[in-house]
């Protein structure tokens, strides 16, 4: 099972960027998936997820408004969009996937799969 997170880079402060995480090895349309992040020296913290229908979603309140996190199940992927980029927001991101389809949690220790990350440094 693999999860392969894309998309990261540079980007000025209000700019965008859309991450990607494409799955392999199973398929996880029915999984809640989300987007946690990691800034240095910090601790990892949730962002965004979504349930496996697609019909919830939940994000942490600094991303509210400003990100978007969508899927396509027949693609096996999940996508987070994020607008009005802040320097905050620099971070490496992970995507992960939890076996349940519900609820949505905020707690990474709750995800059984991880991707790798990608850098996402946004400059000020």
């Known amino acids: 099972v693999q999860l392969q997170a894309s998309g990261g880079g540079l980007v000025q402060a209000g700019g965008s960027l859309r991450l990607s995480c494409a799955a392999s090895?199973?398929?996880?349309?029915?999984?809640?998936m989300g987007w946690f992040r990691q800034a240095p020296g910090k601790e990892r913290e949730f962002v965004a997820a979504?349930?496996?229908?697609?019909?919830?979603?939940y994000y942490a309140d600094s991303v509210k408004g400003r990100f978007t996190i969508s899927r396509d199940n027949a693609k096996n992927s999940v996508a987070l969009q994020m607008n009005s980029l802040k320097f905050e927001d620099t971070a490496v991101y992970y995507c992960?996937?939890?076996?349940?389809?519900?609820?949505?949690?905020?707690?990474?220790?709750?995800?059984?799969?991880w991707g790798q990350g990608t850098l996402v440094t946004v400059s000020s």
């Open positions: 992960a996937a939890d076996k349940k389809s519900w609820p949505i949690t905020i707690q990474a220790a709750e995800y059984d799969y």
């Open positions: 090895g199973r398929t996880f349309s029915s999984a809640v």
């Open positions: 979504i349930t496996g229908s697609g019909s919830t979603t």
